[in-house]
């Protein structure tokens, strides 16, 4: 379902460069042209200068950026750290203000990575079989998309379904290991969004993320004031200043900024310190590829209001052949990593062997029974 868009920034050093990661889904031509528009405007700049090129590359465009452009960003602007950790010799957390905790917690997904079972697990019984399959695999926390697409209401059956089967998810994994639950922005009223979140409050979640669309400040502040769970959002927020209305009404318990759509780690560090100074955590969102894996486990290490880290590993079969990490991946934690840079070696010959290829629609699914097209 996502190309992987990486970002090799070249450096008048030999053999110094930096990768950084743009991925978005079904947008990936765009953000590559986007970052081949916006790799001139820093030609010939300093790497090391990572705020002045921030500043050039969402300045100097004129138009302000969207999610493709400020993916292109992010995806440059993550390769600049890698360069300024490796000219150094220091992994980017100690440059990021050090490390605030020893590892990083981590979640997956059903299926941990396989795109039809985090989308298409619909039945009660594979939910609990495929969430059982992740706590073996070693998880304490896994996440669900179990709410139906959905409109401005929805049937009691649709919503007694889907609180069944967190319940039954909750059943079978026992007490101890958390659950989220993802309703995708899917409810278009606050009134169904509450429905369906005062359906699944009794099997106890984590956290529900994006439980109206994400355009819906008003209306997820109003259902973060007045739940019984914790309510998480802002992946789909892009930049710090779309962060700012939501964190001044207190739209969310735990805020979701992406690393590769909201600039970079800088922005996402600056996101993270607003967010603090309200009592807001952060659990990043990060369903892409390898690199941003690793850009976010720099940031979890030197965060001090992280919380957890979604992570895609094994979203396709080759994830591994790709990226070497500077930690061996455990599920549900990743350890401190002490190489230079991000301290990942990319093998550009593998990449090689897995070119562009049309995504998969999957969005083009949420569509209700009359024709109504719905969110995804």
């Known amino acids: 379902m996502r190309n992987w868009v990486f970002v090799r920034v070249e450096t008048d050093v030999p053999g110094l460069v930096g990768w950084g990661e743009a991925t978005l889904e079904w947008k990936t031509r765009s953000v590559v042209g986007a970052i081949e528009d916006l790799a001139p405007l820093i030609m010939g700049r300093d790497p090391r200068d990572i705020e002045q090129c921030f500043q050039i590359l ?11 452009g400020m993916s292109a960003v992010s995806g440059i602007e993550i390769a600049l750290w890698d360069i300024l950790g490796k000219s150094l010799n220091v992994p980017v957390w100690r440059l990021l203000g050090g490390k605030c905790r020893d590892h990083v917690r981590t979640y997956t997904h059903l299926g941990m990575g396989d795109m039809s079972s985090v989308y298409e697990t619909t039945e009660e019984a594979r939910l609990v079989e495929r969430g059982r399959a992740v706590v073996e695999a070693g998880y304490e926390a896994v996440k669900v998309v179990s709410i139906p697409y959905s409109h401005y209401t929805a049937s009691n059956r649709a919503i007694d379904s889907a609180a069944s089967k967190v319940m039954a998810l909750r059943e079978a994994v026992g007490p101890d290991v958390d659950i989220m639950i993802d309703f995708h922005g899917r409810p278009a009223s606050v009134a169904l969004a509450r429905d369906f979140i005062q359906a699944v409050a009794p099997c106890r979640p984590l956290f529900v993320e994006e439980p109206l669309p994400p355009e819906n400040i008003e209306g997820t502040a109003q259902l973060t004031a007045s739940m019984p769970v914790h309510i998480a959002a802002g992946e789909r927020l892009i930049g710090r200043q779309s962060f700012i209305d939501a964190v001044e009404r207190r739209a969310f318990h735990i805020a979701q900024p992406d690393i590769c759509h909201v ?7 600056k996101i993270a310190a607003l967010c603090e100074s309200a009592g807001i955590g952060m659990a990043p969102h990060n369903p892409l590829g390898p690199i941003a894996g690793v850009a976010a486990l720099h940031f979890g290490v030197s965060t001090p209001n992280f919380i957890i880290q979604e992570e895609m590993s094994g979203a396709v079969p080759w994830y591994d052949s790709v990226v070497e990490w500077p930690i061996e991946r455990r599920p549900g934690r990743w350890d401190l990593p002490e190489k230079p840079g991000l301290g990942i070696e990319v093998d550009e010959a593998e990449i090689e062997r897995h070119p562009f290829a049309p995504e998969i629609l999957h969005a083009a699914n949420a569509v209700l029974a009359d024709g109504t097209v719905v969110d995804w």
């Open 58 to 68: 969402t300045r100097h465009g004129f138009w302000r950026l969207g999610v493709i």
């Open 263 to 269: 600039g970079g780690l800088s922005e996402a560090k």
